[in-house]
Each structure stands twice: as structure tokens, then as C-alpha cells.
């Protein structure tokens, strides 16, 4: 069902959750927020500039940071009612990207690599030894390690809280890394150059791409790849012009598993027990209940079909158009 009550600003870049309490960073409204699962949302900029777009949320401990374009980080303790600037030692305000970790907070840049914040986000340090890129397009957690997706020139990787980081693109193009999924032991990463698997915590990489399809006018170039996701039934992407693809044996080969999916850019892919749903650009919402072996339109009540991200909460499955 719809679930718009009380926003005014349709396009959504990120959601977040803490508790019941859900959270929505738009792109020229700021935060909105919703304590009923949805059902009505009200605006929380007090302090933030609602004009700013929201492009990352973050939740650390009872603490909920917004990353803007422009504007830098934004730190609420009171559950968004009130918002205050945290941007002491950042030099740069455009932000992609946050995670938190242990004590840690981390915020990607577009243009200034990545900071960190070991005081709940009132002093930010660049934490950027060994990042020799400046773009940073996402951020990951995997067990102690941390991993940054970078535009154009793969993924790095620090062990210790972001103090330093490798460049661990072995055997991986440089390519920009979008998504990031982790299945067992295995790290996967999604790029511009299709699938890569490390199975050392980022130390090697062997591109998994075998079956994938191919760019149309370079057939020595896989698709980009634009969503990823691990599930029961295996590993699931979503690429840019052809569907979605699995593989069942950690990425060794891939099939198409489109079968009634427009075979468009896949925006998300997100799984929920024995569900898989996914958004082409421009049709809504699909779901499979047989591992992607068939879809169906799942879209009774979304009157907005340009569907950008999903996420669930409980039980409960949004869509941000």
C-alpha cells in the first residue's frame, strides 16, 4: 500500500531505521519520519536545512547522523526532532556514504575521501592513509573489517577502524564499486566491470562473472551491475540493462532469472524469507516466491512506478520512488 501520508517530497535517496521508529532522507526535503510503520510521516528538520538532500543515514547507539549534499553531517540524540550541524574538521560537505562501527562513526565524501568520528560525530579526522581515492561511492562492515567502494578505482579495505587503508583490487578492474554482500566467508562486490569474490577478507579477488551479460557495444565488458543481494536461494544481481541474474555456486556461473521481468536497469533487489522483490527502472515493484525462476508485478497501490530503493523493517517492505 502507499505509504506517502505527510511526505511532500516524492524522491527518496535513503531509508533508516531505529527501533520502530523509521526515517526518510529525500532529496530537497530533508528528513521525514514515521512511528506507525509507515502509514503517515511528518517532517523532523528542526535545525536542518529542509531544503538539503539527505544521502545517507546512519544510526549509532540512539543516535541518528543525516549525510547531506552541501550541507555535511547532521546529528540528532532526540530522534530527529531536532537536528544540529557536527562538522568540525570535515572539508568537505558533500557526503555519499555512512556506517558505524563499534565506537567508530565513518562518512564517505565525493571528492575528499573518508572521515572519521570516534566522539559520536563532534570532531571529524580524515581518515584517508593509503586511500588513494577521493570519490567514495559506499561504505561496509564486514565482522571488524571495513570496506570502502570507490568510482573508478575498485575497493579498499582497513583492519584497523579506518587508521589505514590497502588497496585490495587484486585480480579486480578498476572499476566503481556500488554494492557490497556478504555470504558465509565470502565478500562479493558489485562494479562497473560485473561480480568479484574475495575469499580472504578483501586480499584477493577473482572476478565471478561467467554468464553475466555483456555491455552492447563492447563485448569484452560485463554490464554494470546495480544491485546485489545474498539470500537462502542463492546470490542475486541486478544489472543495468538486462534483468536479474543468480547463481547458486558462489558466483562460479550465472543464469538469467528474469522470466516475467522487464529486462531494464534492476534499481534494488532486497529478500525477506522465501521473497525476493525487485524494482526495474520505471515498473514498479516484482516479486518472486521461487528464487527468481519467476516474477510477478507487485504493485496494488504504488502510484509511483520509478521505484530508486527497498528496504524491510520487520515484516514490513518500503519502497522509496
Known amino acids: 500500500a502507499q505509504a506517502n501520508t505527510g511526505l511532500t517530497d516524492h524522491t527518496i535517496f535513503c531509508l533508516a531505521a531505529s527501533g520502530s521508529t523509521l526515517f526518510a532522507g529525500t532529496c530537497c526535503s530533508g528528513v521525514f519520519r514515521s512511528s506507525d510503520s509507515g502509514a503517515t510521516w511528518t517532517a523532523v528538520n528542526t535545525g536542518l536545512a529542509d531544503s538539503l538532500a539527505v544521502q545517507a543515514l546512519a544510526v549509532s547507539g540512539g543516535t541518528l547522523f543525516a549525510g547531506t549534499r552541501g550541507g555535511g553531517i547532521f546529528r540528532s540524540t532526540d530522534s530527529g526532532e531536532n537536528w544540529a550541524a557536527v562538522n568540525a574538521g570535515l572539508t568537505d560537505t558533500d557526503i555519499r556514504a555512512l556506517?558505524?562501527?563499534?565506537?567508530?562513526?565513518?562518512a564517505g565524501t565525493w571528492g575528499h575521501g573518508i572521515f572519521r568520528s570516534t566522539d559520536n560525530g563532534e570532531s571529524w579526522t580524515p581518515s584517508t592513509v593509503g586511500l588513494l581515492y577521493p570519490n567514495i561511492w559506499s561504505l561496509?562492515?564486514?565482522?571488524?573489517?571495513?570496506?570502502?567502494?570507490?568510482?573508478?578505482?575498485?575497493?579498499f579495505r582497513s583492519t584497523d577502524n579506518g587508521d589505514s587503508w590497502t588497496f585490495v583490487n587484486n585480480n579486480i578492474q578498476h572499476a566503481g564499486v556500488s554494492s557490497f554482500?556478504?555470504?558465509?566467508?565470502?565478500?562479493y562486490a558489485g562494479t562497473y566491470a560485473g561480480v568479484f569474490r574475495s575469499a580472504d577478507?578483501?586480499?584477493?579477488?577473482?572476478?565471478?562473472s561467467n554468464g553475466l551479460p555483456k555491455l552492447p557495444d563492447d563485448t569484452t565488458?560485463?554490464?554494470?551491475?546495480?544491485?546485489?543481494?545474498?539470500?537462502?536461494?542463492?546470490?542475486?544481481?541486478?544489472?543495468?540493462?538486462?534483468?536479474?541474474?543468480?547463481?547458486?555456486?558462489?558466483?562460479?556461473?550465472?543464469?538469467?532469472?528474469?522470466?516475467?521481468?522487464?529486462?531494464?536497469?534492476?534499481?534494488?533487489?532486497?529478500?525477506?524469507?522465501?521473497?525476493?522483490?525487485?524494482?526495474?527502472?520505471?515498473d514498479g515493484v516484482y516479486r518472486s516466491t521461487n528464487d527468481g525462476g519467476h516474477w510477478s508485478p507487485a504493485n496494488s497501490g504504488l502510484t509511483n512506478p520509478y521505484v530508486m530503493s527497498l528496504a524491510f523493517s520487520g515484516t514490513t517492505l518500503f519502497a522509496g520512488t
Open 99 to 106: 556506517t558505524a562501527t563499534g565506537t567508530s562513526l565513518l
Open 140 to 155: 561496509s562492515v564486514s565482522d571488524d573489517v571495513l570496506f570502502a567502494g570507490t568510482d573508478g578505482s575498485g575497493v
Open 181 to 187: 554482500a556478504v555470504s558465509g566467508t565470502d565478500l
Open 201 to 208: 577478507r578483501g586480499s584477493g579477488w577473482a572476478s565471478v
Open 221 to 282: 565488458a560485463y554490464d554494470w551491475i546495480d544491485a546485489l543481494i545474498s539470500s537462502g536461494g542463492g546470490l542475486f544481481v541486478g544489472t543495468n540493462d538486462d534483468g536479474v541474474y543468480r547463481s547458486t555456486n558462489n558466483g562460479v556461473s550465472w543464469t538469467k532469472a528474469s522470466a516475467g521481468l522487464p529486462l531494464v536497469s534492476i534499481n534494488a533487489l532486497t529478500a525477506s524469507g522465501l521473497y525476493l522483490f525487485a524494482a526495474p527502472s520505471g
